[in-house]
């Protein structure tokens, strides 16, 4: 291993204890260097300490494809040639749907039956799995209406495997004024990973991971693992699952673990125990709007660090590399339960869990939600739908995770739930028949096609379990969001997990992490899957959406799973650290370079989209003072 002697010697002055930096991953070993450039400016670095801070140099518009400004073919083979062929023109998958040059019916066939079943829709280039953000312009269908053309996907794509070649992307899109987008896997809710005359950086394929047995940083010593920003849930768990260790990652085994998802918190089943994924990054590698590549540690650029752990994604840098804590092997045991409101029928012998009065029924919902607290105080992890069905009828699901329970101690610790429930008069047992793994099994990456996933969401704080009258509150507002589901085409989850300060530990307990994540007991989400996305549908979630507003004021939003049309998303998303966020963003990214949807700073600019729904990627990127 090799030591940093600056930041080992900070460490000695400030802690007393030697930080050592393990030897670079090898995809932060490669970098671009002055020989590289040469003569060609267009991919020469950048200095935020010269640029006006104020924007007064920078142009109204990004430039657009069509322009005259917009970089010729032998500029952009010469980018191409500097990055060894990395550069992608690729064309939208869903094309082979379309007639057309690209038609092909049988390879659009294979796209909608069995490309679900491969690594195909996280390894394509261009997609975000969330078509509405892109303008659904080439939807993927067997009976495609009109014909398919970009809208909001990007021009070019640099296939990112060594931070040279997001070195080289950066500094071309400064140095030219064209629209940045940085695209992973493209489990992207937000219109963050698409974005219409922009160039991408596609970091899904830096892979490098290495464990490191001991490793100390300021109060912090114990085992680590780092990562390359590409590696997804999947391939970590396969490192614990083969080194026998954990490491805190996406629940989801096909997201990537430290891009968006960390850099905007990023919760999983043992969050209540080991904190956030922004709370586990011990260190990053990072290549800043000036396209430095620089590491940022609470010690090495800590402004840098601080805002990339929890302040939003895509705004200040890309990361390449993360180094997060890791932890000795834990095991989860879930035990399931289920209600269901039904029609009423004819039958001598009551189902368990069938419910044929709606007040009966809510009253078992708000019995397991406010049960949950147990399950919080356990550091547990809760997992819940509630599904319209036919003829008004409901379907709620849950699942309670505990960590390191044996079956024995979850029944039992279950067990007043089912108590109550019998008090109130619905008829479950406790299961006796659990599921218990390691947290850290092995998989596969495997993804479905791109969807019209939305979501509108409320992180709503644990004093609400706490207060008979804001509890009763808290769930008319839950049920009167989710009744109007049935008629609007949406449905109601919620996941429960408690975050703390506590559990965050150092370095995270000192992160942009929205404060109302640390006072968390249920992040409670309307889950929409609308393709036509419309100011009237806009309209009608934020009825429902304000009733959950309404009974958590001063709380928040998660960014990853919330509504980029949320009203007052400087303080739904980043709660009272918003301000220092967009100075620091504002300081490192004087040429608002690096722009996504709801992050901080990012209201300086605006798309104008070409579509009828404004809120797509799908137009030029503008100053909001030249839209």
């Given at each position: 291993?090799?030591?940093?002697p600056?930041?080992?010697c900070?460490?000695?002055?400030?802690?007393?204890v030697?930080?050592?930096?393990?030897?670079a991953l090898?995809?932060?070993?490669?970098?671009?260097?002055?020989?590289?450039?040469?003569?060609?400016?267009?991919i020469?670095f950048?200095?935020?300490?010269?640029?006006?801070?104020?924007?007064?140099d920078?142009?109204g518009?990004?430039?657009?494809?069509?322009?005259e400004?917009?970089?010729?073919?032998?500029?952009?083979?010469?980018?191409?040639s500097?990055?060894?062929?990395?550069?992608l023109?690729?064309?939208?998958?869903?094309a082979?749907?379309?007639?057309?040059?690209?038609?092909d019916?049988?390879?659009?066939?294979?796209?909608?039956?069995?490309?679900s079943?491969?690594?195909?829709?996280l390894?394509?280039?261009?997609?975000?799995?969330?078509?509405?953000?892109?303008?659904?312009?080439?939807?993927?269908?067997?009976?495609p209406?009109?014909?398919?053309?970009?809208?909001?996907?990007?021009?070019?794509?640099?296939?990112?495997?060594?931070?040279?070649?997001?070195?080289a992307?950066?500094?071309?899109a400064?140095?030219?004024?064209?629209?940045?987008?940085?695209?992973?896997?493209?489990?992207?809710?937000g219109?963050r990973?698409?974005?219409?005359?922009?160039?991408?950086?596609w970091t899904h394929n830096?892979?490098?991971?290495?464990?490191?047995?001991s490793?100390?940083?300021?109060?912090?010593?114990?085992?680590?693992?780092e990562?390359?920003?590409?590696?997804?849930?999947w391939e970590?768990?396969?490192?614990?699952?083969?080194?026998?260790?954990?490491?805190?990652?996406?629940?989801?085994?096909s997201?990537?673990g430290?891009?968006?998802?960390?850099?905007?918190?990023?919760?999983?089943?043992?969050?209540?125990?080991?904190?956030?994924?922004?709370?586990?990054v011990l260190s990053?590698?990072?290549?800043?709007?000036?396209g430095r590549?620089v590491?940022?540690d609470?010690?090495?650029n800590?402004?840098l660090f601080?805002a990339?752990?929890?302040?939003?994604?895509?705004?200040?840098?890309?990361i390449?590399?993360?180094?997060?804590?890791?932890?000795p092997?834990?095991?989860?045991?879930?035990s399931?339960?289920?209600?269901?409101l039904?029609?009423?029928?004819?039958?001598?012998f009551?189902i368990p869990?069938?419910?044929?009065d709606?007040?009966k029924?809510?009253?078992?919902?708000?019995?397991?939600?406010?049960?949950a607290?147990?399950?919080?105080?356990?550091?547990?992890?809760?997992f819940?739908?509630?599904?319209p069905?036919?003829?008004?009828?409901y379907?709620?699901?849950?699942?309670?995770?505990?960590?390191?329970?044996t079956?024995?101690?979850?029944?039992?610790?279950?067990q007043?739930?089912?108590?109550?429930?019998q008090r109130?008069?619905?008829?479950v047992?406790n299961?006796?028949?659990?599921?218990t793994?390691?947290?850290?099994?092995?998989?596969?990456?495997?993804?479905?096609?791109?969807?019209?996933t939305?979501?509108?969401?409320?992180?709503?704080?644990?004093?609400?379990?706490e207060?008979?009258?804001?509890?009763?509150?808290?769930?008319?507002?839950?049920?009167?969001a989710?009744e109007?589901?049935?008629a609007?085409?949406f449905y109601?989850?919620a996941?429960l997990?408690s975050?703390?300060?506590?559990?965050?530990?150092?370095?995270?307990?000192?992160?942009?992490?929205?404060?109302?994540?640390?006072?968390?007991?249920?992040?409670?989400?309307?889950?929409?899957?609308?393709?036509?996305?419309s100011?009237?549908r806009?309209?009608?979630?934020?009825?429902?959406?304000?009733?959950?507003?309404?009974v958590s004021?001063?709380?928040g939003?998660?960014m990853?799973?919330?509504?980029?049309?949320?009203?007052?998303w400087?303080?739904?998303f980043?709660?009272?650290?918003?301000?220092?966020?967009?100075?620091?963003?504002?300081?490192?990214?004087?040429?608002?370079?690096?722009w996504?949807?709801?992050t901080p700073?990012?209201?300086?600019?605006?798309v104008?989209?070409?579509?009828?729904y404004?809120?797509?990627?799908?137009?030029?990127?503008?100053?909001?003072?030249?839209?």
């Amino acid at each position: 291993m090799w030591p940093n002697p600056s930041l080992v010697c900070l460490s000695i002055f400030l802690s007393g204890v030697t930080a050592i930096k393990p030897r670079a991953l090898v995809s932060d070993s490669i970098q671009l260097t002055q020989e590289d450039i040469g003569d060609f400016s267009a991919i020469d670095f950048g200095d935020e300490t010269t640029a006006p801070p104020d924007d007064t140099d920078v142009p109204g518009c990004k430039v657009f494809p069509g322009d005259e400004e917009w970089p010729s073919e032998g500029e952009w083979a010469r980018l191409n040639s500097t990055i060894g062929g990395a550069l992608l023109q690729p064309k939208p998958s869903a094309a082979v749907c379309y007639q057309g040059p690209d038609y092909d019916p049988a390879r659009c066939q294979y796209l909608i039956a069995n490309a679900s079943f491969t690594s195909y829709w996280l390894d394509e280039p261009l997609v975000s799995l969330t078509e509405w953000s892109q303008g659904g312009t080439c939807v993927l269908t067997l009976d495609p209406q009109g014909n398919c053309t970009r809208g909001g996907f990007p021009e070019y794509v640099v296939n990112a495997t060594t931070v040279k070649h997001v070195q080289a992307a950066v500094n071309f899109a400064r140095n030219k004024n064209i629209r940045l987008v940085i695209k992973n896997t493209g489990h992207d809710f937000g219109g963050r990973s698409v974005g219409a005359g922009s160039l991408s950086i596609w970091t899904h394929n830096i892979k490098g991971m290495q464990f490191i047995p001991s490793y100390e940083l300021g109060q912090y010593k114990g085992m680590a693992a780092e990562l390359g920003s590409g590696i997804e849930s999947w391939e970590s768990h396969n490192l614990m699952a083969d080194l026998n260790i954990t490491v805190v990652s996406p629940g989801f085994r096909s997201v990537g673990g430290v891009g968006g998802w960390m850099s905007g918190g990023g919760h999983t089943y043992i969050t209540s125990l080991f904190g956030l994924g922004a709370d586990q990054v011990l260190s990053l590698g990072v290549v800043t709007a000036s396209g430095r590549y620089v590491t940022a540690d609470p010690f090495t650029n800590p402004d840098l660090f601080f805002a990339l752990r929890g302040g939003g994604g895509g705004a200040y840098g890309v990361i390449t590399s993360a180094i997060f804590k890791a932890y000795p092997p834990v095991n989860m045991t879930g035990s399931p339960f289920n209600l269901f409101l039904s029609s009423p029928v004819n039958t001598t012998f009551p189902i368990p869990g069938m419910i044929t009065d709606a007040d009966k029924f809510w009253e078992g919902v708000s019995t397991y939600y406010r049960f949950a607290a147990n399950l919080l105080d356990a550091n547990g992890y809760g997992f819940t739908y509630i599904y319209p069905m036919e003829n008004n009828t409901y379907m709620l699901t849950t699942d309670s995770y505990f960590i390191n329970f044996t079956q024995e101690a979850v029944f039992t610790a279950m067990q007043p739930l089912y108590d109550e429930l019998q008090r109130i008069g619905i008829n479950v047992t406790n299961p006796t028949s659990l599921f218990t793994s390691p947290y850290g099994t092995p998989g596969i990456g495997i993804s479905g096609p791109p969807t019209n996933t939305r979501y509108r969401s409320r992180l709503l704080p644990r004093a609400n379990w706490e207060d008979d009258g804001l509890w009763n509150q808290t769930m008319s507002a839950i049920r009167t969001a989710t009744e109007a589901g049935f008629a609007n085409n949406f449905y109601f989850h919620a996941t429960l997990t408690s975050p703390t300060v506590e559990a965050a530990g150092w370095p995270g307990n000192e992160s942009a992490v929205n404060p109302a994540w640390r006072k968390n007991g249920m992040h409670a989400m309307l889950m929409d899957q609308t393709a036509q996305q419309s100011v009237e549908r806009d309209g009608m979630f934020e009825q429902y959406s304000s009733l959950l507003r309404d009974v958590s004021p001063g709380a928040g939003s998660y960014m990853n799973e919330g509504d980029p049309g949320e009203p007052n998303w400087q303080q739904a998303f980043y709660g009272d650290h918003y301000e220092r966020l967009s100075s620091i963003k504002q300081t490192l990214d004087p040429w608002g370079l690096l722009w996504a949807p709801t992050t901080p700073g990012s209201e300086r600019w605006a798309v104008n989209s070409v579509s009828s729904y404004s809120g797509t990627q799908n137009g030029r990127l503008c100053r909001v003072e030249a839209a």
